[in-house]
């Protein structure tokens, strides 16, 4: 008992800087980058000042996947050789109807 209770403390020891290296040390993010990532998620739908927070979760989260819609459409438009598709925004007046 007292082995098997020394070699799983071994292990542990040896196993604590292996994973110390699978961690990436990301940048820290700017201010201008978190101001421009709450922009985003702002004309996404997401409201921070609407004070309800039972559905905070939901909504964070779907302002989340409609921008990550966004980007990837646009990486397909441009990896297609496509032109980028506009921000939504007013139809103009000449413009067909869709």
Do not use: H
């Amino acid at each position: 008992m007292k082995t098997l209770a020394c070699l799983t403390l071994a292990a542990c020891a040896l196993a604590g800087p292996i994973t110390g290296f699978t961690q990436t040390t990301a940048a820290p993010l700017t201010r201008a980058q978190v101001r421009a990532e709450l922009l985003r998620l702002e004309a996404a739908g997401y409201n921070p000042s609407a004070g309800d927070e039972s559905n905070y979760p939901a909504d964070i989260v779907a302002a989340e996947a409609k921008i990550a819609a966004e980007d990837a459409q646009r990486l397909t438009a441009a990896s297609a050789g496509g032109a980028a598709q506009p921000e939504s925004g007013p139809v103009a007046a000449n413009s067909p109807a869709p």
